[in-house]
């Protein structure tokens, strides 16, 4: 048993699990902040600009709901797609953040350095000077 928690330590220290850790929290937060500019920002100025409509109300009603008084016997059916077009905007507005969000993190990266230039190699000699080396061993070979 301990061997099996130092392990799990061992793991959850580590540096991706905390920084994943980190991240889903944050973006949690993230996503209840953008939910509440949706609801409670954008979607009544685009409620205003159509009149005063208010798309999560809208609704197709597939089955009425059936009541026996005030008893609900059957509730309705019915397919939300006013909640769905809520939740599409939610999700425009958290990827166009994020977009933006790492385009700045990336820029503020730190542009690595350029690494300094290795020394040039000394200048060896020439193909004419290596040439003209060997005509005159070979001159020196034949008059021996």
């Known amino acids: 048993m301990k061997k099996f928690l130092n392990e799990f330590k061992e793991f959850a220290m580590k540096g991706n699990v905390v920084d994943m850790a980190v991240g889903v929290i944050i973006g949690a937060a993230f996503g209840k902040i953008v939910t509440s500019l949706v609801n409670d920002i954008i979607m009544p100025a685009v409620g205003m600009l159509t009149g005063g409509v208010n798309f999560?109300?809208?609704?197709?009603?597939?089955?009425?709901?059936?009541?026996?008084?005030?008893?609900?016997?059957?509730?309705?059916?019915?397919i939300t797609w006013g909640a769905f077009v809520q939740t599409v905007?939610?999700?425009?507005?958290?990827?166009?953040?994020?977009?933006?969000?790492?385009k700045f993190i990336n820029r503020m990266k730190?542009?690595?350095?350029?690494?300094?230039?290795?020394?040039?190699?000394?200048?060896?000699?020439?193909?004419?000077?290596?040439?003209?080396?060997?005509?005159?061993?070979?001159?020196?070979?034949?008059e021996k």
Request: with cysteine; net charge negative; glycine share 2%.
């Open 110 to 142: 730190r542009q690595p350095e350029p690494a300094p230039e290795a020394p040039a190699a000394p200048a060896g000699p020439t193909q004419e000077e290596l040439l003209t080396e060997i005509r005159d061993l070979l001159r020196k070979e034949v």
């Open 56 to 78: 999560s109300d809208h609704k197709w009603v597939i089955q009425q709901a059936v009541a026996n008084g005030e008893e609900i016997v059957t509730p309705e059916v019915a």
């Open 89 to 102: 905007f939610d999700f425009i507005i958290i990827a166009f953040c994020i977009f933006v969000a790492i």
